[in-house]
């Protein structure tokens, strides 16, 4: 498989789909394929890193044989104009029934686990003690709770600094009455999640939030593939001092920590980041996997399909050993909707390419769906000041129907992102990851409630992320009487809060004849 780790420094240039941050978080969801992706990308990342990559990656091309899939390098392949639609291989996997529809908190807890907790505090109390062993922290996982609540509200109501939250004139009720500002800071100071004696100079650099990366790594590999699965890049936005930050010209955060994610088509992770991609996919039983062309190439798909995991990308035309197109410029004379479909068989394996001009040229390649048959989708035409119908290859068509999700969930993350400022450079990945987590709760909340309640109960990500952070900081905690609680709060048996009713009723208090307005429950 192909091995796409987080780190590893590089400049690409490439454009990303274009979603306005304004959009609420439903329509962000609820995109499809009126809302195409832009597939543009064959020719976008002309840097000098891609030429350097593509010269070093003809240089290895070698005739060695694996043993165990019989492979060959793809070399000098010989391809041929052929129309034909390829059948799609149906899917043998299936998606379990949606359960009942818990509580908000339950969801993030189911992600973000108690074991991930106990081993956060533990990590957290052992840093503080190494630090300085008079002046132990003794955090317990109900303050860890509180203190990632406080963050989550923080993520809600921005404001420049942190300690404005505890400033009487800009006090936010519901972060100063959980946890005051010096534990708080002491918290976050102390905040880790590994041992630093077991740290090997050289060695990995993530050292610092690996278990945690892991922990959260199986917890996205719980949640059930779908058949249509997409892998591309994410940042995670950082202006700091690490050896690990790139520069990113043509992503909406250009600076930041690089990693790469595989997600279904309904925006979830099945695979985490910072672990190499399509591994933990199952074999045998079809999946239809989509990327772009950082990844695509002809030697992947081969092995992709040899283990029954079919996939479709946008590929660079130096990938492509042996196969000519049609020149740009031609394209371009032909006029919009002009494709050019060749067809090549090596290994065992049928690949398609196909070369489409739309505004500008992209390639494609697959190993499941060709050219054929084509539809008419809408444009803008300039010149004529109109819109006119453009024919798409079906290629195009599937690929911006599954292609994206990692992009979506950006613009969702960054909805509501926790931007706590720190001088510790990991600060910035456990915030991300933390976000990321709700962000995935949410749609997991999203997908039981479709087939439970109408649309028109559903939590919005605000209202939802508002309800996590409240039950984590309240929640089984002893708290002042300030505001109504979420139910799971009220039903904690901690400190019970009164019910208020719409009717009066008499006190059950023996021999009190009172008219009451509120009960217990």
């Known amino acids: 498989m192909h091995p796409s780790y987080f780190y590893g420094r590089g400049k690409g240039n490439r454009e990303e789909i274009a979603v306005p941050l304004e959009q609420s978080e439903d329509e962000l969801v609820d995109s499809d394929e009126d809302n195409e992706v832009d597939v543009n990308l064959d020719e976008s990342r002309g840097s000098s890193e891609s030429e350097s990559e593509s010269e070093s990656e003809s240089d290895t091309d070698t005739d060695t044989e694996d043993d165990t899939l019989e492979f060959h390098k793809a070399k000098n392949l010989k391809w041929q104009k052929k129309k034909n639609i390829p059948p799609v291989p149906q899917w043998k996997g299936s998606l379990p029934e949606p359960s009942g529809v818990s509580e908000p908190v339950d969801y993030f807890r189911h992600l973000f686990h108690r074991e991930i907790m106990e081993e956060v505090v533990r990590q957290t109390n052992l840093y503080a003690l190494q630090r300085d062993v008079t002046r132990p922290l003794n955090v317990t996982v109900a303050e860890m709770e509180q203190f990632i609540g406080v963050c989550f509200h923080m993520s809600i109501h921005v404001l420049p600094k942190t300690r404005l939250y505890w400033n009487p004139q800009t006090r936010v009720e519901m972060v100063a009455s959980t946890m005051s500002l010096n534990r708080w800071e002491n918290i976050k100071r ?13 060695g990995d650099k993530l050292f610092k939030v690996r278990p945690l990366l892991n922990f959260l790594n199986d917890s996205y590999r719980s949640i059930p593939m779908d058949e249509m699965l997409c ?52 074999t045998n039983i079809s999946h239809k996997l989509f990327f772009d062309n950082w990844f695509c190439s002809v030697d992947l798909q081969i092995l992709l399909e040899k283990e029954k995991i079919h996939s479709v990308g946008t590929v660079r035309q130096g990938r492509l050993a042996g196969c000519t197109f049609m020149d740009d410029r031609a394209m371009k004379a032909k006029g919009r909707g002009t494709h050019e479909e060749k067809m090549t068989t090596h290994n065992g394996v049928n690949l398609w390419a196909v070369k489409w001009f739309d505004n500008r040229p992209v390639t494609l390649l697959s190993t499941f769906v060709a050219a054929n048959p084509t539809t008419q989708v809408l444009r803008w035409d300039k010149k004529k000041k109109e819109v006119v119908r453009v024919s798409r290859p079906n290629v195009v068509a599937v690929y911006n129907k599954s292609m994206g999700g990692v992009d979506l969930l950006d613009s969702l993350i960054a909805l509501y992102r926790t931007k706590i400022r720190s001088k510790k450079w990991y600060h910035r990945i456990v915030f991300h990851m933390l976000d990321m987590t709700l962000v995935e709760a949410w749609l997991l909340h999203r997908r039981d409630c479709q087939s439970q309640m109408p649309e028109i109960a559903h939590l919005p990500l605000l209202d939802f992320k508002i309800q996590v952070a409240s039950c984590l900081c309240m929640e089984n905690k002893v708290r002042p009487q300030s505001f109504v609680p979420p139910d799971p709060v009220r039903r904690d048996r901690t400190d019970h809060w009164p019910l208020h009713a719409s009717e009066k009723g008499r006190c059950k208090m023996p021999g009190c004849k009172g008219i009451v307005r509120s009960k217990q429950i």
């Open 190 to 202: 102390h905040l880790h999640f590994a041992d630093n004696n077991n740290q090997v100079p050289g």
């Open 231 to 282: 892998v591309d890049e994410q940042m995670v936005p950082f202006k700091g001092k690490s050896q690990l930050k790139q520069y990113i010209p043509m992503k909406p955060k250009r600076w930041g920590y690089k990693i790469n994610m595989a997600l279904c088509t309904t925006l979830m992770c099945t695979q985490g980041p910072f672990n190499p991609l399509a591994s933990v996919i199952p």
